[in-house]
């Protein structure tokens, strides 16, 4: 007979944070072997609306010209499967624009939001981070790369209430690169309230403000300053994203690394949890919040400049 397995798994590592939970049905005869979940196909979103819009301009056509029909349908860049108003668009597109560039000691990061032809790469750097913190063997790498994939698939069709960002390091020497870009760390930002998790970890942030969560940074590149680069692109695309100032992500309370580093960076602690959560075998975390600054006008920014 088949079960209903249902996992739910919420980390914290020195580095990033990770929340996922899902639900699969295991074969008869291979319990372990998890089948993919059904997920609305986000084709038949299309469609439909695609179906809607032909009919639209073929009853109306003796009235509205052909490019009055296809501009009320731009093309979605970022290709999240679902129709999209316009105010999601030009969000999409200032996320499709927004670029963080910083030199390091050694290198220089890029930081922007996650492409299509990139999940793959992002999916392999939260699972191989996932396992180490969790001291997993190798052999559970193709489960969790199987779950953060489908993760990433269903965050990523909320877009642009919700975003990953990816950042790129480039090893110099004496100012010259001597090494091709590689991905170094990924961060994800939630916008608004319809970009937030379904299953936040405790203590529950509000789902109406923007939330940092799922911060990794690859093990050979850290302490470089990646992981605080990070955290900063996150705040400055939610400055460009949001209204809400006051930003929130979690911290575990063993995690003294990452915690010198929010406390460093303006977060503060509003709530910690119960220690009864050690009874469903979780670390106790700190939900820490930060109220970002107004950003500044051109005419401020030049009158610091003189100064």
């Not at 695309?237 to 303006?266: Q, T, W």
């Not at 919040?289 to 030049?302: F, G, P, T, V, Y």
């Amino acid at each position: 007979m088949a079960a209903t397995v249902s996992l739910s798994f919420s980390i914290d590592p020195q580095h990033h944070h990770f929340s996922l939970k899902t639900h699969f049905k295991p074969h008869p005869t291979h319990l372990f072997t998890p089948l993919p979940p059904i997920l609305k196909h986000p084709l038949l979103i299309s469609r439909k609306y695609n179906r809607y819009a032909s009919k639209s301009s073929s009853s109306s056509s003796h009235s509205t010209p052909s490019t009055a029909t296809s501009s009320s349908y731009p093309e979605d860049p970022f290709r999240t499967g679902r129709f999209l108003s316009n105010e999601e668009l030009e969000k999409l597109k200032l996320l499709g624009d927004f670029e963080y560039y910083r030199e390091l000691e050694f290198g220089s990061l890029s930081i922007r939001v996650m492409r299509a032809e990139e999940m793959d790469a992002t999916v392999a750097l939260l699972a191989e981070s996932f396992a180490e913190s969790m001291l997993w063997p190798s052999g559970y790498l193709s489960l969790l790369r199987f779950l953060v994939k489908q993760y990433l698939i269903e965050r990523r069709s909320l877009m642009p209430h919700t975003a990953t960002l990816i950042g790129f390091y480039r090893r110099k020497e004496n100012g010259i690169s001597v090494q091709e870009e590689q991905l170094a760390g990924t961060v994800e930002v939630c916008f608004d309230k319809r970009g937030a998790n379904a299953s936040p970890p405790t203590p529950t942030p509000p789902k109406n403000s923007p939330y940092i969560c799922n911060m990794t940074v690859k093990k050979p590149l850290r302490r470089r300053g990646i992981g605080w680069h990070l955290l900063k692109a996150s705040e400055e695309l939610i400055s460009e994203m949001s209204f809400s100032r006051e930003v929130y992500l979690h911290c575990r309370m063993i995690d003294a690394a990452p915690f010198n580093m929010y406390a460093k960076a303006g977060y503060s602690i509003v709530k910690t949890d119960s220690i009864l959560i050690l009874l469903m075998l979780q670390r106790r975390k700190h939900l820490m919040c930060k109220k970002l600054q107004a950003r500044r006008s051109l005419s401020d920014m030049s009158d610091s400049d003189e100064e």
